[in-house]
C-alpha cells in the first residue's frame, strides 16, 4: 500500500469535533507535558483571534496533523506541530508548516518562529529543510497567576 499524498490531505481549522483527536495525536507524538493542559491550549488558541489550530484530515476525516498558529504583532509563533507517525515522511508536515505561515502571513506576520525542545533535536533536521535557523536566542518563561 503506498503512502497517502499529502496534496490530497484536507487542511482546514479545528472544530470541536477534531479537539480529543487532535489532543491524541499530540500526545501520540509526544508534545504535551504535564504541566501544559492541551485541552486548555486548544481552547485558548480558539477563543483568541490571532491564533488557530489548523488539522489535517485524511480520506476518512482522521486527524493526522496539526499546526498551532499565533500572531503576537510582531512575529508568528508555531506550535504543536504534529504529523501521525505512520504518516511522517511523506511531505505532510512540509504542506502543515506552510499552511500555518500563510496564515500568519494573512494575519500579518513578517517572522515566523518555533521552539524546539531540547528533547526533540531529531525534529532539528526537517525544520531546516524548511529554511528555519538557530535564532541564537535563549528561550526564557514564567508561569502568571490567572487574574481574578
Not at 482546514?12 to 504535564?34: K, N
Request: proline fraction near 5%; aromatic fraction near 6%.
Amino acid at each position: 500500500m503506498s503512502e497517502p499524498d499529502p496534496r490530497q490531505t484536507i487542511l482546514r481549522e479545528i472544530t470541536d469535533d477534531d479537539v480529543e483527536q487532535v489532543v491524541a495525536l499530540w500526545r501520540e507524538c509526544d508534545l504535551t507535558r504535564p504541566w501544559n493542559d492541551p485541552h486548555r491550549d486548544v481552547a485558548d488558541a480558539r477563543r483568541n483571534p490571532t491564533s488557530t489550530v489548523l488539522v489535517a484530515l485524511d480520506a476518512t476525516s482522521a486527524v493526522v496533523g496539526s499546526a498551532m498558529a499565533g500572531y503576537e504583532g510582531h512575529r508568528g509563533w508555531l506550535y504543536y506541530v504534529a504529523v501521525a507517525p505512520q504518516l511522517r515522511g511523506t511531505g505532510l508536515g512540509r504542506v502543515l508548516v506552510g499552511a500555518a505561515e500563510e496564515w500568519l502571513r494573512r494575519a500579518g506576520a513578517s517572522k515566523v518562529r518555533l521552539m524546539v525542545r531540547s528533547t526533540n533535536a531529531a525534529v532539528l533536521g526537517f525544520y531546516a529543510s524548511l529554511g528555519y535557523e538557530d535564532a541564537e536566542c535563549t528561550v526564557l518563561g514564567r508561569t502568571l497567576e490567572p487574574s481574578r
